[in-house]
């Protein structure tokens, strides 16, 4: 069983970073295609960012393409979100994803295992 554990979530001002990290259960990230999504109360979880099993290939929801990034440390298993430039459209439940496939996807159905949550939220 594939578990994933997101941390680094909290209050920051407008303007600032944060960096959520999402560490698999096992060798997951070096072997599958994370992603991380969002979502807010009342709307459907929402694609952020994804990369690749090998890391090669990144992909970004328009909304976060040059204020986030999203990478892998495949010797700690980990994933990353960079976030920075936060806005307060940023907030919301934090997900990290994994898929059984070494191809990255956009869409929340693709994915088949998923980190319990962590929540960002930016003041304005």
């Known amino acids: 069983q594939v578990q994933l554990v997101e941390s680094g979530g909290g209050l920051v001002q407008a303007g600032g970073s944060l960096r959520l990290s999402c560490a698999g259960s096992?060798?997951?990230?070096?072997?599958?295609?994370m992603g991380w999504f969002r979502q807010v109360p009342g709307k459907e979880r929402e694609f952020v960012a994804a990369?690749?099993?090998?890391?090669?290939?990144?992909y970004y929801a328009d909304s976060v393409r040059g204020r986030f990034t999203i990478s892998s440390d495949t010797a700690k298993n980990t994933v990353y979100l960079q976030m920075n430039s936060l806005i307060s459209q940023d907030t919301a439940v934090y997900y990290c994803?994994?898929?059984?496939?070494?191809?990255?996807?956009?869409?929340?159905?693709?994915?088949?295992?998923w980190g319990q949550g962590t929540q960002v939220t930016v003041s304005s």
């Open positions: 994803a994994g898929r059984s496939s070494r191809v990255a996807a956009t869409t929340a159905t693709a994915y088949d295992y």
């Open positions: 096992r060798r997951t990230v070096s072997s599958y295609a």
């Open positions: 990369i690749s099993w090998s890391g090669a290939s990144t």
